[in-house]
């Protein structure tokens, strides 16, 4: 059964951090480029930010997050996180974990979310 469960959201005043995790089990992580999403309501989900598990591929994130937050990966725990710096009101939003393989298939799993909330 393949499983992503995130972890670590919650709230936080504008300017905190946050540290979310998602551990991933079920196939074999190392094949699979790890990302973030997020979701507020009446919006589509946006790419946040992703990891390639090649060695030395840069990692990518959206502009507005660009220098505030960090994608990292641990093959190891078949874990990946997401280290959230400076957050901002809208910040606001459902993160979720996504795993996908292009190659030789196309291959996508999610996970169920976790809530991010940044008020005074």
């Known amino acids: 059964q393949v499983q992503l469960v995130e972890s670590g959201g919650g709230l936080v005043q504008p300017g905190g951090s946050l540290r979310l995790s998602c551990a991933a089990s079920?196939?074999?992580?190392?094949?699979?480029?790890m990302s973030w999403y997020r979701q507020t309501p009446g919006k589509e989900r946006e790419l946040v930010a992703s990891?390639?598990?090649?060695?030395?591929?840069?990692?990518n994130y959206a502009d507005s997050v660009k220098g505030r937050f960090t994608i990292s990966r641990l093959n190891a725990k078949s874990t990946v996180y997401l280290q959230m710096n400076s957050l901002k009101s809208e910040d606001t939003a459902v993160y979720y974990c996504?795993?996908?393989?292009?190659?030789?298939?196309?291959?996508?799993?999610w996970g169920q979310g976790t809530q991010v909330t940044v008020s005074s």
């Open positions: 996504n795993a996908l393989k292009i190659y030789p298939f196309r291959d996508e799993y």
């Open positions: 079920g196939f074999t992580f190392s094949s699979y480029v």
């Open positions: 990891i390639s598990s090649v060695v030395g591929a840069p990692r």
